[in-house]
């Protein structure tokens, strides 16, 4: 089991800035790589970006590339979400995780374990 701990949302105005922090504890040699995805009331959860195990290699949303920006610190196996020039259609709650196996990268479907979210406000 992993288990994936999130932290860093809030409220922000248009514009602003905010940087999610998910840390993984448990069984932290198991899965590939990490992903960070978002939901927002009535719709779908949508891919955001991912980041390999080795965090090297990344991928992002089109609609994110260019603003947000995925790190991370393997020590301490935590994965950064740096997210600017945030505007309303970001608002949504944020999600990180974990993927074992070797399937698409942007589905939701593929991952395995989740974190709890943390919502992420930006009033215009």
């Known amino acids: 089991q992993v288990q994936l701990v999130e932290s860093g949302g809030g409220s922000v105005q248009a514009g602003g800035s905010l940087r999610l922090s998910c840390t993984a504890s448990g069984r932290t040699s198991n899965y590939n790589n990490m992903g960070w995805f978002r939901q927002a009331p009535g719709k779908d959860r949508e891919f955001v970006g991912a980041?390999?195990?080795?965090?090297?290699?990344?991928y992002y949303a089109d609609s994110v590339k260019g603003r947000f920006t995925i790190s991370a610190d393997v020590a301490a196996n935590t994965v950064y979400l740096q997210m600017n020039s945030l505007n309303a259609e970001d608002t949504a709650v944020y999600y990180c995780?974990?993927?074992?196996?070797?399937?698409?990268?942007?589905?939701?479907?593929?991952?395995?374990?989740w974190g709890q979210g943390t919502q992420v406000t930006v009033s215009s």
């Open positions: 980041i390999s195990r080795n965090g090297i290699i990344t």
């Open positions: 995780a974990a993927r074992v196996g070797s399937y698409s990268i942007n589905s939701y479907i593929n991952y395995d374990y």
